[in-house]
């Protein structure tokens, strides 16, 4: 299933790119070029901001993708208000939903609203990173957009992560886990033994360059259904009593 939530891919390309490409290699490539041209502009950007809120999001995405996507800064709630995004197919055990289009903001909110306790941050860095991923407020480019946030967060909170470290597989396999079952410790137990003290910012483009696939971090089986169909809005309901379900020590 092609990734199309516009509906004009043959006409317009995959997410109305720049290039109207639609070859899937290609557009990793162009897309990922974007965001390399533009990464230290949106690091820059960070440094100043003052504090770090959604709005902050929405301007790193703009800048990382708007050479490509038209529509980069614009969140899932302007662009797609009636469709719900999924990894993986209803029929796959793994099957992961993402935050539905009206409560975005709130779940980016509730992340930020978590990395302001720094110490409970440096003990519980999955917590952050797994809200702000459920959240998924854009159609491509959340993957990279995250992480340059999360590590803004980690900066200020006196920590940071070595991702060159990480692997790529597990470190999906554990945050569809951390999303499917948020603050059970999935992401943090495994993110925990690569947390190092504070560095400095001007290692940050290198340390990027050095993460194994980041730019196929926004791809991994993406699908989308709308959200008038009820078995769509049970998966909601279920999934948000299930995610309430969390020990008030941990909100």
Same mark, same amino acid.
């Given at each position: 299933?092609?990734?199309?939530?516009?509906?004009?891919?043959? /006409?317009?390309?995959?997410?109305?790119?720049?290039?109207?490409?639609?070859?899937?290699?290609?557009?990793?490539?162009?897309?990922?070029?974007?965001?390399?041209?533009?990464?230290?502009?949106?690091?820059?950007?960070?440094?100043?901001?003052?504090?770090?809120?959604?709005?902050?999001?929405?301007?790193?995405?703009?800048?990382? %993708?708007?050479?490509?996507?038209?529509?980069?800064?614009?969140?899932? /709630?302007?662009?797609?208000?009636?469709?719900?995004?999924?990894?993986?197919?209803?029929?796959?055990?793994?099957? /992961?939903?993402?935050?539905?289009?009206?409560?975005?903001?709130?779940?980016?909110?509730?992340?930020?609203?978590?990395?302001?306790?720094?110490?409970?941050?440096?003990?519980?860095?999955?917590?952050?990173?797994?809200?702000?991923? %459920?959240?998924?407020?854009?159609?491509?480019?959340?993957?990279?957009?995250?992480?340059?946030? %999360?590590?803004?967060?980690?900066?200020?909170?006196?920590?940071?992560?070595?991702?060159?470290?990480?692997?790529?597989?597990?470190?999906?396999?554990?945050?569809?886990?951390?999303?499917?079952?948020?603050?059970?410790?999935?992401?943090?137990?495994?993110?925990?033994?690569?947390?190092?003290?504070?560095?400095?910012?001007?290692?940050?483009?290198?340390?990027?360059?050095?993460?194994?696939?980041?730019?196929?971090?926004?791809?991994?089986?993406?699908?989308?259904?709308?959200?008038?169909?009820?078995?769509?809005?049970?998966?909601?309901?279920?999934?948000?009593?299930?995610?309430?379900?969390?020990?008030?020590?941990?909100?």
């Amino acid at each position: 299933m092609i990734f199309d939530p516009f509906g004009d891919f043959e /006409t317009a390309g995959y997410l109305r790119n720049t290039l109207q490409l639609k070859d899937p290699v290609e557009v990793k490539e162009s897309e990922h070029l974007s965001f390399e041209l533009s990464m230290e502009d949106a690091l820059g950007y960070l440094a100043k901001k003052k504090p770090i809120d959604y709005l902050s999001v929405l301007k790193v995405h703009e800048i990382l %993708f708007s050479g490509f996507y038209p529509w980069a800064g614009k969140d899932r /709630t302007e662009l797609v208000p009636h469709l719900a995004v999924f990894k993986g197919s209803q029929d796959d055990p793994h099957h /992961t939903p993402f935050e539905h289009p009206v409560s975005i903001r709130l779940s980016v909110d509730y992340a930020l609203e978590l990395a302001s306790n720094k110490k409970r941050f440096r003990d519980h860095p999955g917590d952050v990173m797994g809200q702000l991923a %459920f959240a998924h407020p854009f159609l491509d480019g959340n993957g990279r957009t995250i992480l340059l946030v %999360f590590m803004e967060l980690c900066y200020r909170a006196k920590f940071a992560i070595e991702w060159s470290r990480t692997n790529k597989d597990d470190y999906l396999r554990t945050l569809s886990a951390e999303i499917r079952e948020p603050f059970k410790g999935h992401l943090s137990d495994y993110l925990k033994p690569f947390v190092r003290d504070i560095g400095h910012r001007d290692e940050w483009p290198a340390m990027i360059g050095g993460i194994k696939g980041l730019d196929g971090l926004d791809k991994e089986g993406i699908t989308y259904e709308s959200l008038d169909n009820p078995a769509i809005q049970q998966i909601y309901k279920t999934y948000r009593s299930q995610s309430l379900d969390v020990p008030p020590s941990e909100k």
